[in-house]
């Protein structure tokens, strides 16, 4: 392959517009993000990581994603987007500085990739030790059956105190603390066409070739920003271009990495489920392709936002590898995938989208032929 126009380094924040901002800024704090900027027509929510804010919705007459915001590490980068696909560098107007070209996908996103915006001194947690498997420390102790962890009691947060009774109900108040977005999956009219656009223009690198039964590979990728030696993220996008029937809205889901461990994951689940306003989409499981252990939920507008931790890094010397469908759905361990799954649809129409076959069965569909495999045949 020809050399990339530019090659971005990291995914900064997801753009929506909603049609009531108060509605989402509570979805936000209870998913787990700290509002940092607000105006009267803008939200903007950070983690604890160093990106200045991770999701930005601004009031609309309709509820959509915009787009995704991506960063590079030099102006160049910036300059050579510029005169190669003619759009013109812009300074940003909101919070965080710095410079700005904006591109449109073949989706049609706003593709916004920012040089020199403000960082943030990352909050750092550190997860707890935890007294399971055969540590390093042990064996190196040789006391195979002593914990890592002795005289210190394992405590997640204030203990059953994180049970309060909210108006007879029981609330469990710790919420996931989320660090930062890490990806986000989006449905392609032409997953070729996507892999290509995000391949030349932005340097991302294939890690999946999404292949069907028939030894096919337009069903889609996971891809991976290029940083050569410093290990990255096994995606940070997910380009899918699902068999069969439907005309979907690009947006997939946002994948946020918790800030702590597996407890964090569990905990932020334990909230959502008690708090009982969000439907929940499907985990809490460990994927396949990433690895990480995942939670899925919906926002009030039926926007699919993912908790996870304990993903897969890779360098860039890691060669694409062609994975079969099935992959993408069966995880390595996890409840089956609602048909609903990467569909965003408002909540009120969840019950009906659900009623499909669920994607496991779409997948032995899938693998037994009943659906056409060429993207022409399913016009
Ligand atoms: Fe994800």
């Known amino acids: 392959m020809s050399q990339p126009i530019c090659k971005i380094t990291d995914l900064i924040f997801t753009r929506f517009e909603l049609v009531d901002l108060d ?7 209870h998913f787990g993000c700290q509002l940092a900027h607000e105006t009267d027509n803008s939200i903007f929510f950070k983690g604890s990581g160093s990106n200045p804010y991770i ?11 915009i787009g995704m915001a991506y960063k590079v590490n030099a102006f160049e980068d910036l300059q050579k987007l510029s005169s190669n696909l003619n759009v013109e560098i812009v300074d940003n107007e909101e919070p965080g500085g710095g410079k700005k070209v904006t591109l449109i996908d073949p989706e049609g996103l706003e593709i916004e990739i920012y040089y020199g915006m403000n960082e943030m001194k990352p909050e750092i947690k550190t997860s707890p030790k935890l007294n399971t498997g055969n540590s390093t420390e042990r064996i190196k102790s040789n006391s195979p059956n002593a914990g890592d ?5 394992q405590r997640i947060g204030q203990a059953s105190d994180e049970w309060q009774l909210e108006d007879d109900k029981w609330v469990y108040n710790l919420r996931t603390s989320v660090k930062r977005v890490g990806h986000t999956a989006i449905n392609c009219k032409d997953a070729k066409e996507s892999i290509r656009w995000y391949s030349e223009n932005l340097g991302l690198l294939v890690t999946n070739y999404i292949m069907g039964p028939d030894g096919s590979d337009h069903m889609g990728a996971f891809m991976r920003a290029d940083t050569g030696d410093t290990p990255a993220d096994h995606h940070i996008l997910n380009n899918v271009q699902f068999p069969g029937e439907g005309d979907f809205a690009p947006y997939g889901h946002a994948g946020y990495e918790v800030s702590g461990s597996v407890d964090d994951l569990m905990a932020g689940h334990h909230h959502l489920k008690s708090v009982d306003k969000y439907p929940h989409e499907w985990g809490i499981g460990r994927h396949l392709l990433g690895s990480q252990m995942y939670d899925y939920w919906r926002d009030s507008y039926g926007f699919t936002h993912e908790h996870w931790t304990d993903g897969d890094f890779l360098d860039s010397s890691h060669p694409p590898e062609k994975t079969p469908f099935r992959d993408t759905i069966m995880a390595q361990y996890g409840p089956f ?4 799954f990467g569909v965003s649809v408002p909540n009120d129409q969840l019950e009906e989208v659900r009623k499909n076959p669920r994607l496991d069965q779409v997948v032995a569909m899938v693998e037994k032929g009943e659906i056409p495999m060429n993207p022409e045949e399913n016009k």
Request: charged share 30%; net charge positive.
């Open 23 to 29: 509605k989402q800024k509570e979805f936000m704090n």
């Open 337 to 340: 995938a609602p048909s609903s």
């Open 149 to 153: 962890r002795v005289n210190e009691l």
């Open 55 to 65: 999701y930005v919705a601004s009031k609309g007459d309709q509820n959509r994603c």
